[in-house]
T-cell receptor
Framework: NAGVTQTPKFRVLKTGQSMTLLCAQD?????MYWYRQDPGMGLRLIHY???????AKGEVPDGYNVSRLKKQNFLLGLESAAPSQTSVYFC???????????FGQGTRLTVV | DQQVKQNSPSLSVQEGRISILNCDYT??????FLWYKKYPAEGPTFLIS?????DKNEDGRFTVFLNKSAKHLSLHIVPSQPGDSAVYFC??????????????FGKGTKLSVIP
């Protein structure tokens, strides 16, 4: 019973490089989210999706793009990484929007 | 402007005693509140929630109290156990008006339960 799986778990990027973080959920949830967690800042919403083929901006969307081509997958892209994007990224999914969400184990990204 | 505030970054409690974690909010449109627990190097896990139409919800050792007039909620853990040592996040939901709900998190409180 995997729940929400994030790939990769760790990554180091050089400034200006691009990468994609993959999130997969096996609970048939409609809603999926990408958060970032920074020291002393709690969790902040980057982008979210209310269903296959839909995406929307959250609180801190700049510098990120997302896609939800399949219901079970939610991809987060960084086109040109910056040191300010050094963070821990969490993907989550939920059956009902704004209610109990299940989180992945996180991706620790360092941009040097 | 921080809408969900957890003013205590850390809390230490003796094993067997009660742990009380507090959360204040400013947005009167919040209608649902949740608590998450997070261990190091893991994702947050849902703990307990409460609707704004209630003032108490209990699940085993965990009880959440909501005081709407004071815009305050608290999480009580009785009795506290060493395995409860984690960071606890308070979160609140509101309708964004743009066709979606928004979940806003506090900054978290690190609970340490001392054996």
């Amino acid at each position: 019973n995997a729940g929400v799986t994030q790939t990769p778990k760790f990554r180091v990027l050089k400034t200006g490089q691009s990468m994609t973080l993959l999130c997969a959920q096996d609970m048939n949830h409609e809603y999926m989210y990408w958060y970032r967690q920074d020291p002393g800042m709690g969790l902040r919403l980057i982008h979210y999706s209310v269903g296959e083929g839909t995406t929307a901006k959250g609180e801190v969307p700049d510098g990120y793009n997302v896609s939800r081509l399949k219901k079970q997958n939610f991809l987060l892209g960084l086109e040109s990484a910056a040191p300010s994007q050094t963070s821990v990224y969490f993907c989550a999914s939920s059956q009902r929007q704004g209610r109990e969400a299940f989180f992945g184990q996180g991706t620790r990204l360092t941009v040097v | 402007d921080q809408q969900v505030k957890q003013n205590s970054p850390s809390l230490s409690v003796q094993e067997g005693r009660i742990s009380i974690l507090n959360c204040d909010y400013t947005n009167s449109m919040f209608d649902y509140f949740l608590w998450y627990k997070k261990y190091p190097a893991e994702g947050p896990t849902f703990l307990i929630s409460i609707s704004s139409i209630k003032d108490k919800n209990e699940d085993g050792r965990f009880t959440v109290f909501l005081n709407k007039s004071a815009k305050h909620l608290s999480l009580h853990i009785v009795p506290s156990q060493p395995g409860d040592s984690a960071v606890y996040f308070c979160a609140a939901t509101s309708w964004s008006g743009a066709g979606s709900y928004q979940l806003t998190f506090g900054k978290g409180t690190k609970l340490s339960v001392i054996p």
